[in-house]
């Protein structure tokens, strides 16, 4: 299941940033930037942020996003999201690896609240604080590649990025889908809509509370303090991966909520 | 479960409704920003702008329908804003020039 998934999201990676085509005008619920000259969607994120900047609200980002959520939830954020895979990737790499507090689960809240909506409603698109200025997936997809190609014309901005983007990094390596869990204000979105999705993994009567599935679940924040897994506790968390599915010792999870 | 599943039923026709609507009936009305392109006729600056020369039309004020889509596009490169009365105004001196752009680094 982990090669299958990994191979689906190298593929969904490829096909979201395939250069041929560009339909700006969908919006599809990953976090990849559209300011990217070879994405193929919009970033749901990117079109609340610019249309609250206008005072007025995206229907097809905001739908999307619901539609997306009804449908697999944050399993997009586990199978689709090429940032999350990035994040995978970086996890590999040998490194002190640490857990975080339960609670910055909720900070991605408020990086919605107030990154995405609140800055360019009251201030502009055009602050330093808006989140696409600061997202690490504009900084790899768009902000980075167009600086070396065009050159930039503000630099200090393009180092407070590039820091951001560092210390992203380093968290992520230290801890697995870190910015998915505290950061990721798509994920904040998507996980409203988790518990509902069509595609959700649940637990049956043969469950014996080995509590395996808790420990290795990626968006578990503290492993092995819960009976079972986090798509249990914290439906809101769970994206999908079925790692739990895989090492159940009694196959007691299944996919479809 | 089954009011879960009405529920879920409910929600999923909200979001489709919303996609279809805002993706292919909702419009927004924008106007040109004529004061730039003033400004830039008057420093001696010439725009091209499409359609414009080729017809050999008069320069004149006009506004357009935008739909969301089109919307999202020319947002992208920062090319409409709120003139101070509320109206949605292009920050390019003609509106025109906001169509069928690619879009640019944030």
Known sequence: MEKLRLKVQILSAVLLNLGIYQWHGICFPVLNCYSCPISVFSCPIGIIGQFTGLGLISLTAVGGIALGGLIAGRFLCGWVCPFGLVQELLYKIPYVKFSIPRWTRFVKYGVFAGLVVAVPYFFSTESPLYFCRLCPVATIESAVPWALWQGTTNAVHLALRLGILLAIVVMVMGHRRFFCKVICPLGACLSVFNRLAAIFPGRDSSCIECTICNQVCPMESSPGKRSSGVFEHTPEECIGCLECQKKCPTKAIRIWG | ?106
């Not at chain 2, 414009?52 to 020319?74: D, I, L, R």
């Not at chain 2, 409409?80 to 509106?95: H, Q």
């Open chain 2, 1 to 106: 479960m089954m009011i879960r599943k009405a529920f879920w039923a409910v929600l999923l026709v909200l979001s489709v409704a919303m996609i279809v609507y805002g993706g292919f009936f909702r419009k927004f009305l924008v106007y040109d920003n004529l004061e730039k392109f003033d400004q830039l006729k008057n420093v001696g600056i010439k725009i091209k702008i499409p359609g414009y020369q080729q017809e050999g039309k008069e320069f004149k004020a006009q506004s357009e329908w935008f739909s969301e889509p089109e919307m999202v596009n020319a947002m992208t490169f920062v090319g409409i804003r709120r003139y101070k009365d509320g109206r949605l105004i292009s920050n390019y001196p003609d509106l025109r020039m906001l169509r069928g752009r690619r879009p640019c680094p944030s």
